[in-house]
Structure formats: structure tokens, C-alpha cells
């Protein structure tokens, strides 16, 4: 398995960036994956953002990006995406896809339950 995500950049607060993570050797739409967005700041722990569950297509948003960000799948380009609006200068981190099998609700948001990480993209949002 292979995550590639891009997308990331330099923005203003305020501004939108849509990140996609192109995966192979798992299918995203696949009803035992989850995919998911992670992010680490500078000097910071890695924490989650958001995940998809294919199963029942379940999303999990961490509070700090409700409303604003969005996480979808396309089936034909087997890729998934966050769509980040709204951008403020406490997202910038390096974001990472991950992708899961047969995760159930509560362990979406906790890296250990994922198997496969991408490189990450960096986004950074200036004030």
C-alpha cells in the first residue's frame, strides 16, 4: 500500500487548499477502509483531523476543524481529500493520509489504528 498526498502551500488566513491523498495497493471506497487526515505542528504531537469509514461512510471531524474542513472520496481517481476552508494560522502543520481496515467509531481517531501513512504535505496559513 502507497499514500501519496499533495496539495499543500503557503495561504493567508482565510483562504481554502484542498490536500488529496492518491492510494494504491487499497481501493478508498473499499467497505473495510477507513481513510483518514492526521496533522502535526512544529514542536507538536500528531493529532487527527478527520476520517472516513467506507463501511457505512461514518465521517469524524476533531472539534477544531467542524464546519470548516471537509473529507471526501472519488472512486475513479481512488483518492481521498480534505477540502480546508476558512484557513486559520493554528492549521498550519504537515498533514498526513493514512488509511485502516475495520476500524469501528471509536478507534477512527487514534493513529495506532491505522496501517499505512503517506509522506505528508505542508500547509502553511500566514496571519
Known amino acids: 500500500v502507497q499514500l501519496q498526498a499533495s496539495g499543500g502551500g503557503l495561504v493567508q488566513a482565510g483562504d481554502s487548499l484542498r490536500l488529496s491523498c492518491a492510494a494504491s495497493?487499497?481501493?478508498?471506497?473499499?467497505?473495510?477502509?477507513?481513510m483518514a487526515w492526521f496533522r502535526q505542528a512544529p514542536g507538536k504531537e500528531r493529532e487527527f483531523v478527520a476520517a472516513?469509514?467506507?463501511?457505512?461512510?461514518?465521517?469524524v471531524y476533531t472539534d477544531a476543524v467542524k464546519g470548516r474542513f471537509a473529507i471526501s472520496r472519488d472512486s475513479a481517481k481512488n483518492t481521498v481529500n480534505l477540502q480546508m476552508n476558512s484557513l486559520k494560522p493554528e492549521d498550519t502543520a504537515v498533514y498526513f493520509c493514512?488509511?485502516?481496515?475495520?476500524?469501528?467509531?471509536?478507534?477512527?481517531?487514534?493513529?495506532?489504528?491505522?496501517?499505512?501513512w503517506g509522506q505528508g504535505t505542508l500547509v502553511t496559513v500566514s496571519s
Open positions: 493514512a488509511a485502516g481496515r475495520r476500524l469501528i467509531t471509536s478507534s477512527m481517531g487514534r493513529d495506532q489504528a491505522y496501517n499505512y
Open positions: 495497493g487499497v481501493t478508498v471506497t473499499d467497505r473495510d477502509v477507513t
Open positions: 472516513r469509514r467506507g463501511r457505512d461512510s461514518s465521517v
